[in-house]
């Protein structure tokens, strides 16, 4: 119950404050990522050339750095910001899009771990476990069914959540059918969202958004994981509730899902949200 | 109305002539700026490399450059391409998208003005002042609020766009709340609209993809702004209108201003634009 | 009928196989594409530095190359990727965007050409014609109407499609108001489809990127051709079919494209296709 009003508090608080977040992120997803950002409150700005983007974080309420189409100019772009939003305390969200999948990604998420402090990291099941050094089975950048079977039990992506988070120091999310939300102390288990999210491209990147939008409006930061979360969740639900089941298919659910989160308020946390500590 | 029958006689126009507008551009909204060219009858081509911009804009009945995601590999295309259409007294439009943000943006901005002729230039109001060397209040990508707040009166953005007008030798055209378009001599504001035009992202692209698409098929280029900030806002109040206000939200708002904008017509201007000499 | 067997078994073939198609890809309807390959059933994932590709392209069922928004720094990327694909037998779908319309263009084209053996190439007639050799108007990236009246008689088309596909080895496809599908033997022509898929942007990506799914999911790469540009129409006729005519345009049209292709299924193909071997 406690939670539950912080999370709605916190939610309603973003579009009082309107976090500016200076987005460093892949050109697949990046205008649904502007216009999450947007939609629930937020400001969005996405820059990447490495002689501006010490100044733009400065001017940041929190920064996310997305690797989903790596290359070698923006990864020097994301080190130069990471480190300058470190350095002024801004919060850093990491999504470390398609991990596992390339020795190359696998080889810079380590680099940007190894030299920048994040606040958050949210990747599913395939890429925490390319992070945290255990065998996955990334394909692409969705996650395998193997590794997705194991989020069923739970168990098994609470220890991944868990044990990650106390390495590095940093709230860790793993999305996928339930959500797990750890930071080494604390962990909760969603169990929102709809499985139509996983039809539309995108839809991790717009969360690790709504989590970098939420932690610029609060100091809490495990708390702005499970907000972003569950707003994209409820967002889900509610777009698949609202959806023609005649005639409707992916394109209307992504626009039924950007009503929604532009529509989502505290009181629809209070009333939706399936969070609990485990 | 001689100016309004004017501006519908250009709207019409555009869709027989089919002007071709060569964009170097960010890739936030790109998707969005290529629709809204094909939707309001031109044809858009986006390139950006150094190898083959001047062979593009030579082909094209317009250029537009647009600055949301700078870098160094595309400004030298910018450089090239501006001069090239300069040369071909072809139309180039500017939209100094986050100008004032960060000193790379405002030093870039600067180079681009001193190197190329611009016929028209797009912004909001802050992006406007950032230009002019007048003290702005940029926060990221979008207008201050306290910025903003002097577009409701009116005659600082008049003022505004008069000067850089002047001193530039090209259309400057303020868009917000209320929009403002000046040669220098003539100025004219604009009265239509909706708030939820800057709910969206892009929305300032997109005008600035109008304008281009409208001064590819006329030679009087304040003709050619306002008729591109009149297309967008028109398409926004209709878009508005025809929303179902139970479930839609940005999502939905957003499909509605491109369906808008394919089905504008001459007649829609004449029947809805709030333009005025002032 | 054994044709439309077989394409319709292909199409429900890719629902259970789910292809991962490695995309080198423009930034402006790399979204479209990424959701359209979801919608049809496959998985795309997007990776262009060169450090990465032949990791990536080692775990995919197919490549696709486009070049909607060539540079060096890409092109070196599609060549290394390209040649991995043919090392390892994996198929490769080319989209030569806009060739024709500056020499870059045109060069790099033949340069793909001559150092990867492509699989599928799908374009435009201006396109086509440009990359036979033959005199085209390319006009930016949409095929020119004098060109395009070609496509009415269709015999001209055929030869295009026939010759290029003998002189290359690989299957041909020229979409438009009809298509044409060659593998030098076997020549295909394709009825359906919609004047409004011209309407939006990146339908012709789009297109290709529904081959590449296909062809990652069948040897048999004539059908996955026929069926990648099959599905594309018949969704293209049933959006617009379900769409309000008072009041939508493009917007809504885009969205019920995207509706259709993740409703289809080889049933619809059977009943609807009008396809002929000419």
Redesign the interface.
Known sequence: MELLSRISQLVDDVRKKQP?V?HIT???????C??MA??VGG???????I??VE??VS??NALVINM??????TVESMLAAGKKANELGIPVIFDPV?VG?????TLIAQRLIEEIKFTVIRGNISEIKAISGVQATT????ASEEDSSELKDGREAQRLAQNLSRKLGCVVAITGAVDTISNGEKTFSIHNGHPMLS????TGCMCTTLIGVCCGATDDFILGAAAGVLIMDLAGERAYE?LDKV??????F??????????ISGQNIVEGAKIYEV
């Open positions: 500016l200076h892949n050109y697949v997803t990046v205008n649904d502007a216009n947007l939609a400001s969005p700005v996405m820059a990447d050339e002689e501006e100044d733009m001017i940041a989903g189409t790596l290359n070698k100019r398609g999948a390339t020795r190359y990604r394909r692409g950048v969705d039809k539309i491209s995108g609202s005639c409707s298919g992916v394109g209307s992504k626009v039924k899902l950007m009503d929604q989160v532009s529509r």
